[in-house]
């Protein structure tokens, strides 16, 4: 079936834009994280939901990133007023069985 | 809170040779832990995992080793071939049942024919 999927896979940002970075879970999958790489560093936990429900927000860096699963399924990572500090790969994954499985990630660029 | 270190930084290696890395972990309470393999700008993917009530599992040329009392594991992998150059991550849980990762630095492996 369809992996995990994330859109857009680059964006570039003015310093004090938001952005919206999407995610699509695999179909069934209860659990979904996100995470932020920066270059040359493993995956950073940012939030966790289980359903529509954000059980974990503990990683989130500041009160500008929001992130939301309003049915369970699609989820959307919102940061607000980008700043150069927050460029990275943002990877989304979803999870069956504790197994995590990554989608290809947005490369947000903030200039 | 959880804490995994991961050794060495960067490994090379001769095709057919062997190759090891190491993990330790701070939280007891980790069930979990996985193994990744990432390429230059693809996602990771899960190549291998154990669980705590396993010491050791294999997957063809790959394995995985754990030691619950010293904190530790190892990713294993025999007669390595140049497609298995890449970054390794290794990762544990949070200790919890929600099964957040907290992953390791990573390991660059170069595979040399």
């Known amino acids: 079936g369809a992996g995990v999927s994330q859109s857009p896979r680059y964006k570039v940002a003015k310093r004090g834009q938001d952005v919206a970075l999407r995610c699509d879970p695999i179909?069934?999958?209860?659990?979904l994280f996100w995470y932020q790489q920066a270059l040359g560093q493993g995956p950073e936990f940012l939030t966790y939901?289980?359903?529509?429900?954000?059980?974990?927000k503990s990683g989130l860096p500041s009160d500008r990133f929001f992130a939301e699963r309003p049915e369970g399924s699609v989820s959307t990572l919102k940061i607000q007023r980008t700043q150069q500090e927050d460029s990275a790969v943002y990877l989304c994954?979803?999870?069956?069985?504790?197994?995590?499985?990554f989608g290809p990630g947005t490369r947000l660029t903030v200039t | 809170g959880e804490n995994v270190e991961q050794h060495p930084s960067t490994l090379s290696v001769q095709e057919g040779d062997s190759a090891v890395i190491k993990c330790t972990y701070s939280?007891?309470?980790?069930?979990?832990f996985p193994w990744y393999k990432q390429e230059l700008g693809k996602r990771p993917q899960l190549i291998i995992d154990?669980?705590?009530?396993?010491g050791e599992k294999k997957d063809q040329r790959i394995a995985v080793t754990l030691n619950k009392t010293a904190k530790h594991f190892s990713l294993h992998i025999t007669e390595t071939q140049p497609e298995d150059s890449a970054v390794y991550f290794c990762?544990?849980?949070?200790?919890?049942?929600?099964?957040?990762?907290?992953f390791g630095k990573g390991t660059k492996l170069s595979v040399k024919p």
């Open positions: 154990i669980r705590s009530n396993v």
């Open positions: 939280d007891s309470a980790s069930n979990y």
């Open positions: 994954a979803s999870s069956f069985l504790n197994e995590q499985y």
């Open positions: 179909s069934g999958h209860v659990s």
């Open positions: 990762a544990a849980d949070y200790g919890g049942s929600q099964g957040n990762l907290i």
């Open positions: 939901f289980q359903n529509e429900a954000q059980l974990d």
